[in-house]
């Protein structure tokens, strides 16, 4: 009993440990208008915008420092609207591209009445990984 017990304040200890290492990089809610937003209606709140990036980060296996750049005044802070890190604009390319694949493809299969429309998402390809994987790809065609 009592190793299960060590076991799970070990646990605890460790999920605060890895919790509070990746909030180092979140910003404070921004007051107005989201700065720089281009792959996105520029109408979307800072809430949804979160939660787009909280996605590709579990897509993609990253954390926010994969396309932000560091803050050129505080390094450890994050600049989100800058563009000095060339990946931004890649990712910004891939969100496009599903955009585009969604609206003009899937939205035209068939699908039974009612049914939510199916959905192509940076983890019907990425599934966790920052390069999606050709063996994944190729043994879900065949």
Known sequence: MQSKRIFIISALVMIVAMASQSFSYIQPNPPGKLKNIKAFPATMTYDEVDHQMDIFKVSLGVKCNHCHAPSKENPPKLDMPSDDNPKK??????????????????????HKEGAPLQEITCNTCHRGNIKPSDKVIMEEHH
């Open 89 to 110: 604009d890649i990712a910004r390319d891939m969100i496009r591209m599903t955009r585009d694949l969604n609206e003009k493809y899937m939205a035209t299969v068939p």
